[in-house]
């Protein structure tokens, strides 16, 4: 347990839906994130909040739109995916502006876009 | 541009063996390191770090060496476990992490043989 909670952990969706994923950390971390992995690539950062001020888009499609309403819980919401977004999406948090400033990775949620 | 990536995909060693595990980055202005390990369904999850002031740290069966001349980071495990089966990251982050954002390295698969 790392104290970083995604849901769903799984989600099967067609290219017409609305899902959103959910983030949520326990660590009283001041920076979160969004990354995407798919297979025989590395982890891509998709979007940093620092504060819940949004510091990064990583020239992500509109199609998927972060939200970070407290500096607790990031969500990622999905509009008109493509079969190529099928990935593991993960969220972690960190505490930046300190010394150690790992990042705490969630479970992940295995996103299917059929 | 900036990278982070590992010389092999795969590792296979015998139980009890030592393995190393090894990135290469290209940004000289990176001065933290972290490795990460991640099993079949889970999120990365962190092993150790390094600053760039220092040029090995050791934990518990794992130490880090970072050569900044060559720009090489490497991850050695003692008297590996198949409890240490999983894909490593290495990961850059510059300006002292305190953005916290980091860019990761394809991964390496390690195998342990009982």
């Known amino acids: 347990e790392t104290g970083v909670t995604q849901t769903p952990r799984h989600l099967v969706m067609g290219m017409t839906n609305k899902k959103s994923l959910k983030c949520e950390q326990h660590?009283?971390?001041?920076?979160m994130y969004w990354y995407k992995q798919s297979a025989k690539k590395p982890l891509e950062l998709m979007f940093v909040y620092n504060f819940k001020e949004q510091t990064e888009n990583n020239s992500v499609p509109s199609r998927f739109s972060p939200e970070c309403p407290n500096s607790s819980h990031l969500f990622l919401h999905l509009h008109t995916l493509q079969p190529e977004d099928s990935a593991l999406y993960l969220c972690?948090?960190?505490?930046?502006?300190?010394?150690?400033?790992?990042?705490?990775f969630g479970q992940g949620t295995r996103l299917t876009v059929v | 541009g900036e990278s982070v990536g590992l010389h092999l995909p795969t590792l296979s060693v015998q139980e009890g063996d030592n393995s190393i595990i090894n990135c290469a980055y290209s940004n000289s202005a990176s001065d933290y390191f972290i490795w990460y390990k991640q099993e079949s369904g889970k999120g990365p999850q962190f092993i150790i770090d390094i600053r760039s002031n220092m040029d090995k740290r050791q934990g518990q069966r794992v130490t880090v060496l970072l050569n900044k001349t060559v720009k090489h980071l490497s991850l050695q495990i003692a008297a590996t476990q198949p409890g240490d089966s999983a894909v490593y990251f290495c990961?850059?982050?510059?300006?002292?992490?305190?953005?916290?954002?980091?860019?990761f390295g394809k991964g390496t698969k390690l195998s342990v043989k009982p």
């Open positions: 660590l009283g971390h001041n920076a």
């Open positions: 972690a948090s960190s505490q930046v502006g300190r010394g150690n400033t790992e990042a705490f």
């Open positions: 990961a850059e982050n510059e300006n002292g992490g305190s953005q916290g954002n980091l860019i």
